[in-house]
Nanobody, 121 residues
Framework: VQLQASGGGLVQDGGSLRLSCAASGRTSSRYGTGWFRQALGKEREFAAA????????YYADSVKGRFTISRDNAKNTVYLQMNSLKPEDTAVYYC???????????????WGQGTQVTVSS
């Protein structure tokens, strides 16, 4: 599976961005998709995840109520709508696929290249 993350950029405090994660390759199996982020000098951390059917959603406490994960399986694409962005959301955002219902970094099998999100104060 190959993953292509896009949609990052520079936004002001309180702004919004929508990230996309397009999957290609062997995508016929059911899998979960997660978004993770890594700020400079910090470990990669979980942000959000979604099951194959989209009926189960998982969010880190730090983004709950501000970020929304969704997917369009017809397009093999998962989205992360990020609203009310804060400077502390600044990080490289990665999408990954793996078993459904997991949120650990090491539980995901395939990773995209990352897209930079910068929130200015």
């Amino acid at each position: 599976v190959q993953l292509q993350a896009s949609g990052g950029g520079l936004v002001q405090d309180g702004g919004s961005l929508r990230l996309s994660c397009a999957a290609s390759g062997r995508t016929s199996s059911r899998y979960g998709t997660g978004w993770f982020r890594q700020a400079l000098g910090k470990e990669r951390e979980f942000a959000a995840a979604i099951s194959w059917s989209g009926d189960r959603l998982y969010y880190a406490d730090s983004v709950k109520g501000r970020f929304t994960i969704s997917r369009d399986n017809a397009k093999n694409t998962v989205y992360l709508q990020m609203n009310s962005l804060k400077p502390e959301d600044t990080a490289v955002y990665y999408c990954a696929v793996g078993p459904e219902g997991v949120i650990g970094v090491y539980e995901y099998d395939y990773w995209g290249q990352g897209t930079q999100v910068t929130v200015s104060s």
